[in-house]
């Protein structure tokens, strides 16, 4: 992920961008392609700003994930990180291929019920889940509660014996491990609110083999998201290795570790994560173990397989400075570049335009900050009124962070799959802007 450090390598070009996106073809004549549908055609019919899903490589990507696990002779569940992408749509499709979910919220738990996930395919991570949150989830029998604190423990094992049930638990296990990553998405540091300090969970996972209503059943961890280098995997696998040996050594069984998500993509020239060197990772510390293991993966599999269509509004010209381009999608729909620095490839949808030499443009979004800024400097071709890019690399924490900040309505939703595409969210409507608000009798106006 990028930061706001200047990067010493040129960008990479649309040619580049197109070699590193297989899911992406220019078409000479329909221009740019998604898993084979013309892109242009999906922005003629529902207009943009407008999110596009490629469920075949989505489907692909979650497929090599389980093959790469399946190949190192492991047996592991993969629980979706339902917090990338929390379309239904995307939650089903990814359920027909065998996946779980993993959750943080009493709302992505009825999403994943809404889209067919049985209970026992949930796991329910997250740093202050609410009693009713947990009421709900201990009722319906969930697979797995990844225990964040001491006192989350006791407040489960008093929900749980309340209601007559034992809660299958882990505990995460903060290992204290740097994941080389953006420092607002790092979480195994001990510095980091997320899960037990490592020194802490021995002592607590005896304790909870003693409460009741508590069925604990091992430890999980998550050092952070967009992980690169396989490096602090296996540090942090390591010491929940060592966790499982002394708890086991004291007497305590345990049947699972959770490895959790955060494996990479590759948004710029970075190399991207590879679910082979992870199950390597799994396999050379925690193989040996004789536990059920699992993972949590949301970006890998969702980021590249997802697009965000725009069009530019106006290409505001500033003599000899680079020019601002000014698109009709903005920081509400995509925060990301404002949230993080983060960098996202911008390619044209014309094959025409996408070959014409290219130079420097700020890109930005029409909200009232100089925050909404997808890109500065950026070497595009020339592009005006009218044209269109696609915003690569948004399938995960794209659509689920938009806002309707300046009373921007949510953008439409597109699936394309098997060669044609659907709807999935039509562009909200202003009405919807202002649905559930209510203006009390004595202002009461038009509204
Ligand atoms: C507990 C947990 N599991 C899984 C994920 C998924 O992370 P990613 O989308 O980076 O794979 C996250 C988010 O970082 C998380 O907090
Ligand atoms: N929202 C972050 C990822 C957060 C991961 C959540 N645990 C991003 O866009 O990169």
């Given at each position: 992920?990028?930061?706001?450090?200047?990067?010493?390598?040129?960008?990479?070009?649309?040619?580049?961008?197109?070699?590193?996106?297989?899911?992406?073809k220019?078409?000479?004549?329909?221009?740019?392609?998604?898993?084979g549908?013309?892109?242009?055609?999906?922005?003629?019919?529902?207009?943009?700003?407008?999110?596009?899903?490629?469920?075949?490589?989505?489907?692909?990507?979650?497929?090599?994930?389980?093959?790469?696990?399946?190949?190192?002779?492991?047996?592991?569940?993969?629980?979706?990180?339902?917090?990338?992408?929390?379309?239904?749509?995307?939650?089903?499709?990814?359920?027909?291929?065998?996946?779980?979910?993993?959750?943080?919220?009493?709302?992505?738990?009825?999403?994943?019920?809404?889209?067919?996930?049985?209970?026992?395919?949930?796991?329910?991570?997250?740093?202050?889940?609410t009693?009713?949150?947990?009421?709900?989830?201990?009722?319906?029998?969930?697979?797995?509660?990844?225990?964040?604190?001491?006192?989350?423990?006791?407040?489960?094992?008093?929900?749980?014996?309340r209601?007559?049930?034992?809660?299958?638990?882990?505990?995460?296990?903060?290992?204290?491990?740097?994941?080389?990553?953006?420092?607002?998405?790092t979480?195994?540091?001990?510095?980091?609110?997320?899960?037990?300090?490592?020194?802490?969970?021995?002592?607590?996972?005896?304790?909870?083999?003693?409460?009741?209503?508590i069925?604990?059943?091992?430890?999980?961890?998550?050092?952070?998201?967009?992980?690169?280098?396989?490096?602090?995997?296996?540090?942090?696998?390591?010491?929940?290795a060592?966790?499982?040996?002394?708890?086991?050594?004291?007497?305590?069984?345990?049947?699972?570790?959770?490895?959790?998500?955060?494996?990479?993509?590759?948004?710029?020239?970075?190399?991207?994560?590879?679910?082979?060197?992870?199950?390597?990772a799994?396999?050379?510390?925690?193989?040996?173990?004789?536990?059920?293991?699992?993972?949590?993966?949301?970006?890998?599999?969702?980021?590249?397989?997802?697009?965000?269509?725009?069009?530019?509004?106006?290409?505001?010209?500033?003599?000899?400075?680079?020019?601002?381009?000014?698109?009709?999608?903005?920081?509400?729909?995509?925060?990301?570049?404002?949230?993080?620095?983060?960098?996202?490839?911008?390619?044209?949808?014309?094959?025409?335009?996408?070959?014409?030499?290219?130079?420097?443009?700020?890109?930005?979004?029409?909200?009232?900050?100089?925050?909404?800024?997808?890109?500065?400097?950026?070497?595009?071709?020339?592009?005006?009124?009218?044209?269109?890019v696609?915003?690569?690399?948004?399938?995960?924490?794209?659509?689920?962070?938009?806002?309707?900040?300046?009373?921007?309505?949510?953008?439409?939703?597109?699936?394309?799959?098997?060669?044609?595409?659907?709807?999935?969210?039509?562009?909200?409507?202003?009405?919807?802007?202002?649905?559930?608000?209510?203006?009390?009798?004595?202002?009461?106006?038009?509204?």
């Amino acid at each position: 992920m990028a930061d706001a450090t200047p990067f010493l390598d040129p960008d990479p070009s649309v040619a580049e961008l197109l070699a590193s996106h297989p899911s992406l073809k220019m078409d000479p004549l329909c221009g740019l392609m998604l898993d084979g549908v013309a892109l242009n055609a999906i922005a003629d019919a529902v207009g943009t700003p407008c999110w596009v899903m490629g469920g075949d490589t989505l489907r692909t990507r979650v497929r090599r994930m389980q093959q790469a696990m399946r190949d190192a002779g492991l047996n592991v569940s993969l629980h979706y990180a339902v917090k990338a992408n929390d379309h239904l749509a995307v939650l089903s499709l990814l359920r027909e291929e065998g996946a779980g979910a993993d959750i943080v919220s009493g709302g992505e738990l009825a999403r994943a019920l809404k889209a067919g996930i049985a209970p026992a395919h949930i796991v329910f991570s997250g740093v202050g889940k609410t009693d009713a949150e947990l009421e709900r989830a201990i009722g319906l029998g969930i697979g797995q509660i990844n225990v964040e604190s001491a006192e989350e423990l006791d407040i489960i094992s008093s929900i749980a014996s309340r209601l007559g049930t034992r809660a299958t638990i882990t505990l995460r296990v903060n290992p204290d491990v740097d994941a080389g990553t953006h420092a607002k998405i790092t979480t195994g540091l001990a510095a980091n609110k997320f899960g037990i300090p490592y020194d802490h969970a021995a002592a607590l996972y005896a304790r909870a083999a003693s409460l009741p209503g508590i069925r604990a059943v091992g430890f999980a961890t998550h050092i952070g998201s967009q992980i690169l280098s396989v490096a602090p995997y296996r540090a942090a696998y390591a010491r929940i290795a060592d966790l499982v040996r002394t708890v086991r050594a004291a007497g305590q069984t345990v049947e699972v570790v959770d490895c959790g998500g955060g494996l990479g993509i590759s948004y710029r020239t970075e190399p991207e994560g590879q679910p082979e060197a992870l199950a390597g990772a799994m396999k050379a510390e925690l193989g040996g173990l004789d536990v059920r293991l699992a993972i949590e993966p949301g970006r890998w599999l969702a980021a590249p397989a997802g697009l965000l269509l725009s069009s530019v509004i106006l290409n505001k010209a500033r003599g000899n400075e680079a020019p601002f381009l000014v698109l009709d999608a903005a920081m509400n729909d995509l925060l990301r570049p404002s949230m993080y620095d983060a960098w996202h490839g911008i390619v044209p949808l014309s094959p025409h335009v996408a070959t014409l030499p290219a130079g420097p443009a700020h890109v930005v979004g029409p909200v009232c900050e100089s925050g909404d800024t997808f890109a500065r400097d950026r070497h595009l071709p020339p592009m005006q009124r009218g044209a269109r890019v696609a915003i690569l690399d948004t399938g995960a924490y794209g659509a689920v962070m938009s806002s309707t900040y300046n009373s921007r309505p949510l953008a439409a939703e597109v699936l394309v799959e098997d060669g044609t595409w659907h709807v999935i969210r039509p562009r909200q409507s202003l009405e919807a802007l202002w649905q559930g608000e209510t203006v009390p009798a004595h202002l009461a106006g038009t509204a």
